[in-house]
């Protein structure tokens, strides 16, 4: 039987890892590394540093126990060692050197505050991002924004990149994905030449960091990451961080948890239907695609919780009416757009269940959130309560406020758009929030 040699094991893993990750992260995390000629079943493999070892380690363990060989104790037969440096890196395996990005900060040129469409869910964020590109370094320092895929975190920071470089012309503003913060040190610690990059950061007045997620177990940037951080915060440099997740549910050590807690911790929600409609109209209009109100309502309607799924969806709508010089209607967009088309939210979920959950959570009476008293301790669970059905409950709002004990729908959207913005800068609430949704979703 003609057994595979390790290196045949090694390239076949290459071949299905390259399929399945990001061509950036092929080229820095998984092209440098070379499986060298090697007798006997072992896998040897050549990297060019140890971060490059334990990315490999850290993020393909199944891919690498499908693959590779393993020795009789189930630990995988690969025997690592580090390349002698090279005089030169090839150009192509190379991160972007924040060199060639000094002089030309790659900020998307329509994510500026006036494309940006506010509503209850990201006008508390929107605000603060905007105080911090007026001032920079003189309000909340660091400034945290966190929510959930496709909200427009992205293009909030680049806003505050675009505002600061035409109105403050003196001040140094770089804007890095955190990914490429890693691959940038990476670059540097393989060159021994960390002092460049740290100076370089050092010089910045503004920092802007995105996805900080990618930090997460990853212990050996982070310390750097914190140390550039702290440098930063003490000279009163701003620094602003998006994630997907707050801060205390990042894992990360409680050092770098604390400092991103300095300053503000503000969330981005996911946009109420009006917004979303403004959103599409917006686009289409810039894009030069005419949508009735009604059509953008339809749409809107479909598409609840992602703004760049609502882009796509513009897209791919303009694209077809174009092609085939229709106007749009809602026949088109059923037709052209249905497998983009969200599941409505849990049917099931009933005023009742809420109105119980929230009596619970708030130490309260079923009969007080359903009466009329005003104070405070009954006037706030009923607010949490009504929010909780707008947003969970597909109906119409006269019917959703009648079953509080015939309350108007004003009253119910008045209470809605009071605690979408509270939970933008209330941590504790906006978690008893996401508590009380899953257990009534479940
Ligand atoms: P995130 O970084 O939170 O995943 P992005 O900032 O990349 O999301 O936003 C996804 C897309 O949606 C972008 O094209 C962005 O311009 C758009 N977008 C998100 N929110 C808004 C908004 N409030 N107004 C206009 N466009 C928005
Ligand atoms: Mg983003």
Request: charged fraction near 25%; hydrophobic fraction near 40%.
């Amino acid at each position: 039987m003609l057994t595979k040699t390790g290196k045949e094991c090694w390239e076949e893993f290459v071949q299905t890892v390259e399929d399945c990750c990001s061509a950036t992260e092929f080229q820095n995390w998984i092209a440098p590394i070379k499986a060298l000629h090697h007798e006997g079943a072992e896998v040897h493999l050549e990297v060019p540093n140890i971060f490059v070892q334990e990315y490999l380690l850290e993020n393909f363990k199944e891919h690498l126990a499908n693959f590779l060989p393993t020795k009789p104790s189930g630990d995988l037969a690969v025997n690592f060692s580090v390349a002698a440096p090279k005089k030169k890196a090839a150009p192509k395996s190379q991160p972007a050197l924040i060199d060639d990005e000094k002089s030309n900060p790659l900020f998307n040129p329509q994510y500026t505050f006036e494309n940006f469409i506010e509503g209850p869910s990201n006008q508390f964020v929107k605000s603060a991002t905007l105080g911090i590109a007026t001032r920079p370094g003189k309000s909340y320092n660091p400034l945290f924004i966190h929510g959930g895929v496709g909200l427009g975190k992205t293009h909030l920071l680049h806003a505050i990149g675009h505002y600061v470089k035409s109105h403050h012309k003196r001040l140094k503003v770089h804007c890095i994905t955190t990914e490429s913060f890693i691959n940038e040190l990476v670059h540097h610690l393989r060159n021994k030449s960390t002092e460049k990059m740290k100076r370089f950061y050092r010089g910045l007045d503004v920092l802007l960091v995105d996805d900080i997620q990618f930090l997460q177990s990853r212990l050996n940037f982070e310390e750097e990451f914190c140390n550039m951080f702290e440098a930063l915060i003490n000279q009163n440099k701003q620094i602003v961080i998006t994630s997907d997740k707050p801060p205390g549910e990042l894992k990360l050590s409680e050092r770098m948890v604390a400092r991103m807690e300095w300053g503000l911790v503000a969330n981005i929600g996911i946009p109420d239907l009006e917004t979303r409609v403004a959103i599409l109209q917006d686009k289409a209009e810039k894009k030069g695609v005419k949508i009735p109100q009604r059509v953008a309502f339809f749409i809107a309607e479909r598409i609840f919780n992602n703004v760049r799924q609502l882009e796509g969806a513009l897209n791919k709508l303009a694209a077809y009416s174009k092609m085939m010089s229709l106007d749009v209607t809602e026949e088109i967009v059923e037709s052209t757009l249905s497998e983009l088309f969200q599941k409505a939210p849990n049917k099931r979920v009933s005023v009742d269940n809420i109105l119980k959950s929230v009596a619970v959570m708030f130490g309260v009476k079923v009969s007080d959130i359903c009466g009329s008293s005003r104070a405070k301790s009954v006037a706030f669970p009923r607010q949490v309560a009504m929010y909780l059905a707008k947003e969970m409950i597909n109906d119409s709002l006269i019917k959703l406020a009648a079953s509080f004990g015939g309350k108007t729908h004003s009253t119910l959207l008045h209470a809605w758009k009071k605690i979408s913005q509270q939970i933008g800068q209330d941590e504790m609430l906006r978690r008893q929030i996401q508590m009380a949704r899953r257990n009534l979703e479940t």
